[in-house]
C-alpha cells in the first residue's frame, strides 16, 4: 500500500509555507500546533528527512485549492510504509506503477529503459560526452533552464505544455544527444497538460552546476542568472535568450497586435534578459515582471537576429508577417503540420529595410 508521500526538495519549503500563510500563521511551530502534529516530527517532514503519511497530507494540504493540490501531489512520490529498506530499483518502479499505471510502464520499457521522474537515470549516467567548450546550443539549453527548468542532484527537468511543446521537446532532446551522447526522455502526466523533458544524468547536472554556477533546488531563492561570460559573447547570449523566450517568453496577440514579452518572478534574471534585449534593440519596456515589447519593427528584428526554436512562437511571427494575420495561442495547433518541417532554430527572413516602422 502507497500510504506515504515525499515531496521534492524544490517543493517542499513552497508546500509549507503556502499553507502558513493560508492559515495566517506566523512560523512552522504555530502550523504544527494548528494541525496538532508533533514540533520535532513536523520539522522532519518539512526537511524531507521524513516521508509524510497520506493522512496527514490530506490534514496538512486542507487549506490548499484543488489546483494547488495537484501541483504538488502531481509531483510527489507515493512511497510504502517500508520505503527504506527498498528505496532501490523496485521501489522506483512501484512509485511510476503508482502514478501512472502498468501500461505507461510498459511503454517506458520498450523504449529501452526505466524513466522514473523522481529518481536517477541507470542507463545514461556512464556515456556522457562532456563538450570542451561551451557553444550556442548548450548556451541555448541554459536558458531553457533558466526559464523553466528544474535541477536536482541526478537529474534536470524541463516543463512544457503537452499540446504545443512535444516538436520543440524532441528538438531539445537532438541538442542534448548531440553535444552530451546521452537520451532524454520525455513524459506526459496523466489527466492533465503537463509535459516534462527529463535528463538523467549527475554527470550532465555536474557540468551545468560547475560551468554556469547552478545550485539545486529553488533558482529564485539560489538567485540563478546568465554568467557574465555567455553575456559578453554576441552569439551565446542570443542563443541563451533564445532559450529563456522560447520556455517563459510569449508572442501574443493584444488586439491587432502581436507582442513580445518574457515573465519571471526573479528581479536578477529578469533585469539581465532586460538589458540584453534593451542593449541588442528588441526590448522597450520593464513593467511589474515582465519585459518585452510591443513595437512590431523590434519584433521583426529579433525574429531575424534571435529567431525560436518553439512552434507556437514561429508560427505566430511568420502568420503575422506573411499573412498579416494575429493569431492566439490555440489557433496555432491546425499550422503545426505545415510548420514541422522548418530548421530550428528558425530565424526569420527579413530584409533590413523591412525592420524600419
Same mark, same amino acid.
Given at each position: ?56 497530507? &490530506? ?68 556515456? %556522457?560526452?562532456?563538450?570542451?567548450? %561551451? ?182 511571427? &511568420? ?39
Amino acid at each position: 500500500m502507497r500510504d506515504r508521500i515525499l515531496l521534492p526538495e524544490e517543493l517542499r519549503e513552497e508546500f509549507f509555507e503556502i499553507i502558513k500563510s493560508l492559515l495566517r500563521l506566523k512560523s512552522g511551530k504555530q502550523l504544527a500546533k494548528e494541525l496538532s502534529i508533533d514540533y520535532s516530527t513536523f520539522k522532519n517532514y518539512r526537511r524531507g528527512e521524513l516521508t509524510i503519511p497520506v493522512h496527514i497530507f &490530506e490534514k496538512l494540504s486542507a487549506p490548499l485549492d484543488e489546483a494547488q493540490k495537484q501541483k504538488f501531489l502531481s509531483n510527489a512520490k507515493f512511497l510504502d510504509s517500508n520505503w527504506g529498506a527498498i528505496k532501490g530499483g523496485k521501489r522506483g518502479i512501484a512509485v511510476v506503477r503508482q502514478k501512472y499505471g502498468e501500461e505507461y510502464l510498459q511503454m517506458l520499457r520498450q523504449k529501452g529503459g526505466f524513466a522514473n521522474p523522481n529518481r536517477p537515470h541507470p542507463v545514461t549516467s556512464k556515456n %556522457i560526452i562532456v563538450p570542451e567548450k %561551451i557553444n550556442a546550443e548548450i548556451a541555448g539549453l541554459l536558458g531553457v533552464y533558466l526559464g523553466d527548468g528544474t535541477l536536482t542532484e541526478y537529474f534536470m527537468r524541463i516543463s512544457g505544455d503537452k499540446r504545443f511543446d512535444h516538436n520543440y521537446f524532441e528538438y531539445l532532446s537532438g541538442v542534448i544527444k548531440r553535444n552530451f551522447g546521452i537520451a532524454s526522455v520525455i513524459l506526459e502526466v496523466p489527466s492533465t497538460n503537463q509535459l516534462a523533458l527529463q535528463i538523467h544524468s549527475k554527470k550532465f547536472v555536474d557540468f551545468f552546476r560547475k560551468n554556469f554556477n547552478l545550485k539545486n533546488g529553488d533558482k529564485i531563492r539560489n538567485q540563478s542568472k546568465i554568467p557574465d561570460f555567455i553575456l559578453a559573447d554576441g552569439e551565446l547570449a542570443k542563443a541563451c535568450l533564445r532559450g529563456l523566450m522560447d520556455t517563459d517568453g510569449s508572442f501574443s496577440r493584444r488586439s491587432i497586435y502581436l507582442c513580445m514579452a518574457f515573465t519571471s518572478y526573479s528581479p536578477v534574471l529578469l533585469n539581465q534578459v532586460y538589458e540584453l534585449g534593451l542593449k541588442s534593440g528588441y526590448f522597450t519596456y520593464n513593467f511589474k515582471g515582465q519585459v518585452g515589447s510591443n513595437s512590431w519593427p523590434k519584433i521583426k528584428k529579433y525574429f531575424s537576429e534571435v529567431g525560436s526554436s518553439n512552434l507556437r512562437h514561429i508560427i505566430r511571427f &511568420e502568420e503575422r508577417f506573411k499573412h498579416n494575420k494575429f493569431l492566439y495561442q490555440e489557433e496555432t495547433l491546425k499550422y503545426f503540420p505545415e510548420y514541422e518541417s522548418v530548421i530550428l532554430p528558425h530565424r526569420a527572413r527579413v530584409l533590413t529595410a523591412m525592420i524600419q516602422p
